[in-house]
């Protein structure tokens, strides 16, 4: 088995950084709606953000462990700590574009898109755990199906609750401005539940191809505390770009609205995340989004805007996935 310290100090650096580029792709995820009805002031949103994500990220391990251990095992790699770095370099370079473009692509698809294709070019199909990525492959797609439909079914209860009380419009969206302070705060833990945990797993992957750790099923402290950081730093810096698109590019937000997407997006990502699945919380609030905007009416909905982040959820999986394995390619000629 192929192992250098450097390269495992410069993967552990890399994955440092792709979680602190997670932090501020998915800023928007967890505040772009508390923003944009003006809930709480831009600043103030994204502390919020920062210091749940923080917190969420320290709490679970179960993602952690899946990603670690379920695409392929880093025993059998020769060159696994490589196949790593190549992974990671391509999720990193993907979301920047993505990020630089405004698009709210999904930091999950590209860093497991990205590992396959760095195994595919170092071991071949063999190496890879077919089963193990159909389980998480099928969590990416279905969640933010769940995601839509729970959404437009919720939006649609709140509307027929609220319509039966007689309570002014102006007053219920300022009673579902202040709750938005609680799901705002709901919707940054449950991210850091679920997205911080990847980065934790791939450093593990690292760990165990190295020799320097003993399996994926345990996750070492020191490795949750530097994801959780990076994870809460990054999200202190925030996506502005994103922000824009996901909070009202998509659709028009009014407090009841972005209340209602948040509370379901975030329930489907903690859900999943106690399940040990990772899904990407980019996928599953936008299709909140959507399905809140639908339930107001079909029209109210860009699906201009729908229709490119959704395209951008499909390419990125192959998209990165060839990245990887070039990069890999280039690292073992020059590495």
Known sequence: ?????????AVIILAVF????????????AIATTVSTKALPPKIAICLAAIMNFIGALTFTGVAKTIGGEIADPTKLEFGVLVVMAALLAAILWNLITWWYGI???SSH??????????????????????????????LIV????????????MNLVYFIFSRIMVPPSKVNRGFRFFQIFTAALQSFTHGTNDAQKAMGIIVFALV????????STIPFWVQFICALAMGLGTS???????KTVGGKITKIEPINGATADLTSSSIIFTFTQLGLPVSSTHVISSGIMGVGAAKRLKSVNWGVAKRIVITWFITLPISALLAA????LLHVFI
């Not at 088995?1 to 390269?7: E, F, G, V």
């Not at 969640?143 to 919720?154: E, F, G, H, N």
């Not at 070039?326 to 390619?329: D, G, H, M, N």
């Open 143 to 154: 969640s933010p199906v769940i995601a839509l439909v729970a959404a437009y079914l919720m």
């Open 209 to 216: 191809a190295a020799d320097l750790h003993t399996d994926t």
């Open 18 to 29: 792709f979680d602190f580029i997670n932090g501020f792709h998915d800023t928007a995820n």
């Open 326 to 329: 070039a990069i890999y390619l």
């Open 1 to 9: 088995m192929y192992t250098s310290l450097p390269l495992v100090i």
């Open 110 to 139: 590209a860093l497991i898109g990205s590992l396959v294709g760095a195994v595919l070019a170092s071991a071949g199909s063999a190496q890879i755990n077919w089963t193990g990525f159909s389980k998480i492959f099928e969590a």
């Open 237 to 243: 810096i925030g996506g502005w770009k994103i922000i």
């Open 104 to 106: 709210p692509s999904s």
